[in-house]
T-cell receptor, first 113, second 116 residues
Framework: EAAVTQSPRSKVAVTGGKVTLSCHQT?????MYWYRQDTGHGLRLIHY???????EKGDIPDGYKASRPSQENFSLILELASLSQTAVYFC????????????FGKGTRLTVV | GDSVTQTEGLVTVTEGLPVKLNCTYQ???????FFWYVQYLNEAPQVLLK?????KRTEHQGFHATLHKSSSSFHLQKSSAQLSDSALYYCALRIWDRNSNNRIFFGDGTQLVVKP
């Protein structure tokens, strides 16, 4: 079964600090995604990537950067964490075919104080 | 633009009764696939159903959905709701955009609560 592993699973960060969320997949998938989940807003796409060393902006990229150093790894970086970035973050992966599903990691609960 | 709409944020149903979660979409692309994802409390979303064939019923775990391109809908239904069905449900649309990138659009989700 497809595996997407996120670390850390939870984190408390200080406002203005730098936060890095990591994601590793063993599915040999081309696509990787970072989503943010907030109550009432569902899953919102922050950044995604379809090949190593390249990232694309999603629907809410402001305040976030992404890095895809290899096919397996995809990081989300908050250079200056803010209170409004408190949320649950999900990493996901999929292959390139439109009729296949996205596989999600277990999520990272980020609290910015 | 491309989007998925789930009109109900919360659906409450009594155990044993039928349930229907609505999903409509808007897209300009022809190469598309549809999904229902379910997310149990404190877990990751996981796929429940998927379809890319117009007017074909898809079933899994007692749930079923039929893609109707004529009405741009992919509603999720179950004839008899169970307590264990209580979860957050997402409808999703997958397309190829103009840059040949694969994009997935999620609806805002519908929280299903099944009461005894």
């Amino acid at each position: 079964e497809a595996a997407v592993t996120q670390s850390p699973r939870s984190k408390v960060a200080v406002t203005g600090g730098k936060v890095t969320l990591s994601c590793h997949q063993t599915n040999n998938h081309d696509y990787m995604y970072w989503y943010r989940q907030d109550t009432g807003h569902g899953l919102r796409l922050i950044h995604y990537s379809y090949v190593a060393d390249s990232t694309e902006k999603g629907d809410i990229p402001d305040g976030y950067k992404a890095s895809r150093p290899s096919q397996e790894n995809f990081s989300l970086i908050l250079e200056l964490a803010s209170l409004s970035q408190t949320a649950v973050y999900f990493c996901a992966s999929s292959d390139a075919w439109e009729n296949t599903e996205v596989f999600f990691g277990k999520g990272t609960r980020l609290t910015v104080v | 633009g491309d989007s998925v709409t789930q009109t109900e944020g919360l659906v409450t149903v009594t155990e044993g009764l039928p349930v229907k979660l609505n999903c409509t979409y808007q897209t300009t692309y022809l190469t598309i696939a549809f999904f229902w994802y379910v997310q149990y409390l404190n877990e990751a979303p996981q796929v429940l159903l998927k379809s890319s064939t117009d007017n074909k019923r898809t079933e899994h775990q007692g749930f079923h959905a039929t893609l109707h391109k004529s009405s741009s809908s992919f509603h999720l239904q179950k004839s008899s709701a169970q307590l264990s069905d209580s979860a957050l449900y997402y409808c999703a649309l997958r397309i190829w955009d103009r840059n040949s990138n694969n994009r997935i659009f999620f609806g805002d989700g519908t929280q299903l609560v099944v009461k005894p």
